[in-house]
């Protein structure tokens, strides 16, 4: 296939399959998560079992993304994105069919691992199948979707379990996870592996630790750094305000919506060059630093302004980031490195909540969410001080 016609159909039929891959990982991750914690009725049990469950998927991911990056740069990104859809419908039916403790382990465990499969190896396809030129609205709208995933996911998991209890949203899993793998292989195009040059272990530290990459892959983490602790300390700040579980659940919302929304038309900025990727991650960074300083505010003010404001930061920073990581990759390497990249995002889902956890423990939340901030802020002084350096001196 021509890089021209694969162009055309990446613009078509070809990508909806990968948005509804999107969709699955992080419905999978985010829909099953938020609803484990009835599991068991020892209380000291169940924080145990949902810690352990929780690290499982989470592990899991960080260990293996980069490994199945690669994987399919060397045999084709749709066989590996193909195969982990199989794994998870199959990780995900083994629970439904078995229906023990010791089985839920197993299925969590498969599933991130199927996830690290399936989730590198669509953002490549998505790479692939559009021009350069429209990078931008590709990733906006792979991120719209996999948002929609994020925010849906323990509403619609939570009406399943309730409605027939954790096998059931199993099996929904293991269905939504088959049924997505039979549309990409009838839509998906087979795009054979890109002949590549021999790679020493130097020349892949050179390139991982090159500005080109780590510059978005920072912004990235930082991104989904802010968005795991809006979702997470949000709702707490609101209740030690007085607020109740509908209004910090209805932040939440906001904040999901608001990243999901932004992000196509970030995208669509980025191809019409109405901004640049530079200028918008340090825009992005802005935003999120400023919408954890305004969640530092009391009352339903601070909560609100915080939820949209990192909602809007995050919602930039995404797909301008994978594009910028795309524009600077070979596409031989394109596997690699949104594996790696990935990495780096479920460092920063992790890091974030600990880093405030940390400071709030040892002072307040307040300070939790100024840490944080500052954090995120040296992101845009940075890219201001290379700016600087860059303009010749005036005589």
Known sequence: MTAHNAAGV???????PLYAAGFTTAFG???????????????????????GLLALYDGAEVVLKPVFGALADKIGARPVLLGGLIAFAAASALYAIADSPGWLWAARLGQGAAASAFSPSASALVARLNPAAKHGRAFGSYGFYKSIGYTLGPLLGGVLVWAGGLRLLFTVMAVL??????????????????????????DLARRLTSRTFLAPTAALAGATAALSVGVGFLPVSGAAAGLGTVATGAAVSVLAATAALVQPYAGRALDAGRITTRTGLATG????????????LPGLTGVLTGAVLIGAGTGLITPLGFAA??????????????????????????????LVAAVATASTLTYGFAALAALLAVGPLLTLAAHRRTIPARQ
């Open 29 to 51: 991750a985010h829909g099953i998560a938020a609803n484990l914690g009835g599991f068991s009725a020892d209380a000291v049990t169940s924080l145990l079992v949902l810690g």
């Open 285 to 296: 960074l802005t935003i999120t630093a400023a919408g954890l300083g305004c969640a530092m």
């Open 325 to 354: 990581l795309a524009a600077a990759t070979q596409p031989e390497r394109l596997g690699q490195t949104m594996g790696s990249a990935e990495l780096g995002r479920e460092l920063g889902d992790a890091g974030g909540p600990l």
């Open 10 to 16: 990446g613009q078509g039929r070809a990508m909806w």
């Open 177 to 202: 996870a088959a049924a997505v793998a039979a549309w990409a292989t009838l839509a998906v195009p087979a795009l054979a592996p890109l002949p590549k040059s021999r790679q020493t272990v130097l």
